[in-house]
């Protein structure tokens, strides 16, 4: 029994000390509550609107929430009218207590027993706080155009909201997805419209569709509820194209390989070239394996050829180079210093010179000649190219008033002290240039153009000629190298040197030469001509690459020239000798010179046989 | 954030374009007169061309002031004084103007009525803007962007004026109106507390766009009226 009662009254003890506890623990947590922080308010048509606000923490104690607002201009305060409308924590304007363009200063209290707290007062004004509600009755169709589906939208604006007076404005977004995409909407903007088409639809897909509006001042409303439509299939157009396209291509595809294999072969050696082994054209391996090397070589032999007969002769080109020196070293002129410089070379080198360098280029002639008249030809040289570019008439005019020679050399050139006459130096003037174009395409030729290879060449001067334009000569002069050659012609010939033409090629290949001997008298120049030296002059180039050689006269100026080249006047053949060639009907259109058979080679002339090749074609 | 963005960049492309046809317009010349027997050197609008133009007008003008007044919130107000605009006690200076508070009231006013509201919210604040102006490039730290749109607002506004004006003569059949009236509702409702020029102006651009929003409401308001055609509904 004592112990029931002790029991009893620890019992009685613990409860009253877990009371107790339990008491302080409560009287611990009782505070005044939390400030109440206000979320938003909003109105759905600008005539009524709703404010929401979050507790803090009530301190323990039951707590109350009060809203209190007010107008802007006015010390009144108003509690609010509705707290049960809208819901838990929130505040509900009527249409009565809305006032538009009005500012609402709203607070909320907080009170319970212990103390109260005031939320942050905000200040609002109705018409920039609407959020309107969904747009309803959204309905969604499926429609045809053409064949191809397309989806009508439409819907309705909010009941509430007072779009018919044009109180509120009200804009439209609807937005579209696939069902099996997520999140993966497609956005279209309606403006003020309240329907929509929507295009470009998936055959057989099922698309969900939701549209929400905004005032034109305001925030967006939620997302109306969701609309399901499927799209039928609509196969038959899309997909029956691209079989089409689909056979097509294979059709081609077949033909293009069926052209492959026909030409498989060729397409082979095209893409793929065989490489080539080495092989001699008319040679035959086998022939060669067999070991008859007379059939093998036979092959090889081209026919015909050296040319055997005679006739080829005139058909190869044989260039006779004669250079004319005449007594008077002043009458040396060089174009260029080159040939200054093959002057000095040529006395150490013994080969000659392709270039259509003057006679001092080669060995065997001129060389004490060249030596002797270097410082002549250097001024003279000079005062040439100066002539040259003031041209053809000062030089005319140095004529007179030196004696010296200024014009270009020539194997001719009619030069002043040989000469009084007026005529004559004009027409010698004529002479040099023309001289010096010998070897330069011959301006009264027809066909010639390019420069003739190096050569000595002579030509016939016509009156006609004189009237050729001094300029284009004097262009063409400086142009020319193988001026150079006349130049040379100013070393004067001794009587040491010999000149020596080409006779003919003989059946062994060997070129014929005989001494030149002058013929065509005229060059007053030069009567220094020691005879029995025989020269051709090439009169030019024709377009065959051959050499047009003037016909021989016999001391007179007999040049069976065309006519270009000769004149009344008995042709102003200013050659310094004439060689006893045989002929061609067409008078100077020959170039080969078969000599007469007694005529014998001599070696002491100079012969370019190098230029027999070189001759210029058209 | 993302609906404010696309809605400030809509609104920027979408209301100048709009609103280009409608600058075009109000420089018409108003003192058109269409003689008897003389030929109308004027070119004719349409009444419901006019008021949509004056509708994009006004629209235009709410939403720059709206720009301006937000622009002037960020730089000049510190924000505890932003949400207590009542607290100091300035008033608007159009307060006195007898201007229904509420949509049923609203309704209940007649056309003419809203026209004459409208021009009469226009005309108050033509010269204020100007005081504000000038008070705005007073500031050493007014961005330009805030200086050109209140100057902007300020010419736009002597525009919707006119393009009222017209209204009124069109839909009215009503002379002009002077505009001499109005000028005497600053100077009564200057406040003597306002000593901080900063809160004036602030106080100034709020209650400009409150009214700038009021004039394209009544507008709106108007249009819908005119005819059931304009699919209000």
């Known amino acids: 029994m004592g112990c029931g009662a002790m029991m009893k009254s620890v019992m009685e003890v613990l409860l009253l000390l877990m009371l107790f506890f339990t008491a302080h623990a409560k009287e611990k947590s009782y505070s005044p509550p939390e400030k109440p922080t206000q979320t938003r308010c909003r109105s759905p048509e600008k005539e009524t609107f709703t404010c929401w606000w979050e507790p803090g923490s009530d301190g323990g104690l039951p707590t109350t929430y009060a809203l209190y607002y007010r107008k802007e201009n006015s010390e009144t305060v108003y509690e609010c009218p509705d707290y049960h409308t809208a819901g838990e924590n929130s505040c509900f304007f009527n249409k009565n207590d809305t006032s538009i363009w009005v500012n609402y200063n709203i607070s909320v209290v907080a009170t319970n027993a212990l103390g109260r707290a005031f939320s942050d007062p905000v200040d609002i004004d109705v018409v920039y706080i609407v959020e309107p509600n969904p747009p309803e009755k959204l309905t969604v169709a499926v429609m045809e155009d053409k064949g191809w589906p397309f989806l009508l939208v439409s819907w309705e604006p909010p009941h509430k909201a007072d779009t018919r007076s044009g109180w509120i404005t009200l804009i439209y977004e609807l937005r579209v997805r696939l069902e099996e995409e997520e999140d993966d909407w497609e956005m279209h903007h309606a403006g003020q419209q309240k329907m929509f088409n929507i295009f470009s639809l998936r055959s057989g897909g099922e698309y969900l569709v939701e549209v929400r509006c905004k005032p034109d001042h305001g925030f967006w409303s939620e997302w109306s509820s969701t609309s399901y439509v499927k799209v039928p299939d609509y196969f038959h157009r899309e997909k029956s194209m691209w079989i089409l396209v689909a056979v097509f291509s294979a059709f081609i595809f077949l033909i293009l390989t069926w052209l492959l294999h026909m030409n498989s072969h060729s397409l082979k050696h095209c893409i793929l070239p065989p490489v080539p082994g080495p092989k001699i054209k008319g040679f035959d391996n086998k022939l060669l394996k067999n070991g008859n090397s007379d059939e093998i070589f036979s092959a090889l032999v081209v026919p015909n050829f050296p040319p055997a007969s005679s006739s080829k002769y005139e058909e190869m080109l044989v260039e006779y180079l004669e250079v004319y020196v005449p007594e008077e070293p002043e009458l040396m002129l060089e174009e260029s210093k080159d040939l200054l410089d093959g002057c000095h070379k040529s006395e150490n080198s013994r080969s000659d010179s392709d270039s259509g360098r003057g006679s001092c280029d080669s060995h065997t002639l001129l060389m004490d000649k060249c030596g002797e008249t270097k410082e002549e030809e250097r001024q003279t040289n000079r005062e040439s190219s100066l002539m040259e570019t003031q041209g053809w008439k000062e030089e005319a005019i140095n004529h007179d008033t030196s004696g010296k020679v200024k014009t270009w050399p020539s194997v001719y050139s009619p030069l002043p002290q040989y000469g009084s006459n007026p005529l004559d130096k004009q027409s010698s003037l004529e002479t040099a240039k023309q001289h010096s174009l010998s070897t330069s395409p011959f301006l009264t030729q027809p066909g010639t153009k390019d420069a003739l290879g190096p050569s000595y060449t002579d030509f016939c001067l016509s009156n006609k000629e004189n009237h050729l334009h001094p300029q284009t000569l004097a262009h063409r002069e400086l142009q020319t190298r193988s001026d150079v050659n006349i130049s040379n012609i100013g070393c004067k010939r001794s009587s040491a040197t010999e000149y020596v033409e080409v006779q003919r090629v003989n059946k062994e290949d060997m070129v014929l030469l005989q001494p030149v001997v002058s013929r065509c008298g005229h060059i007053e120049g030069f009567p220094n001509l020691p005879k029995g030296e025989d020269y051709s002059k090439v009169k030019g180039v024709d377009c065959d690459n051959r050499l047009l050689l003037q016909r021989e006269g016999t001391g007179e100026d007999v040049c069976p020239c065309v006519d270009q080249e000769t004149n009344g006047e008995g042709g102003n053949c200013y050659t310094s000798s004439t060689v006893s060639t045989t002929q061609k009907p067409t008078a100077c259109m020959y170039t080969a010179m078969p000599l007469q058979e007694e005529t014998a080679l001599t070696l002491n002339g100079y012969v370019d046989t190098a230029t027999m090749g070189n001759l210029p074609s058209c | ?233």
Not at chain 2, 109 to 137: A, C, F, G, R
């Open chain 2, 1 to 233: 954030m993302n609906r404010m963005n696309k809605m400030t960049v809509m609104q920027s492309i979408v209301w100048p374009l709009l609103l280009w046809p409608c600058l075009q317009t109000v420089s018409i010349p108003l003192d058109c007169r269409e003689d008897q027997g003389g030929v109308n050197r004027c070119p004719s609008i349409s009444q419901e061309k006019l008021l949509d133009r004056v509708i994009q007008h006004a629209e235009l003008i709410y939403r720059v002031s709206e720009e301006s007044c937000s622009l002037f919130e960020e730089m000049f107000i510190p924000f505890e004084l932003q949400l207590q605009r009542n607290q100091a006690g300035y008033a608007c200076i159009t307060k006195a103007l007898p201007i229904p508070s509420s949509r049923s009231e609203i309704q209940q006013i007649s056309d003419k009525w809203l026209l004459h509201s409208v021009l009469m919210l226009v005309q108050s604040w033509i010269e204020p803007l100007v005081y504000l102006q000038t008070s705005l490039n007073l500031y050493d730290a007014a961005p330009d962007t805030l200086l050109n749109k209140t100057k902007w607002v300020s010419e736009k506004l002597i525009s919707l004026e006119q393009g009222v004006v017209v209204l009124i003569k069109k839909m009215l059949d009503e002379g002009l109106l002077t505009t001499n009236s109005e000028q005497g509702l600053f100077h009564n409702n200057a406040q003597p507390e306002m000593l901080e020029s900063v809160m004036r102006d602030y106080t100034s651009l709020s209650c400009f766009k409150k009214d700038a929003h009021k004039m394209e409401t009544f507008l709106k308001l108007l249009k819908c009226r005119q005819t059931d055609k304009y699919n209000c509904a």
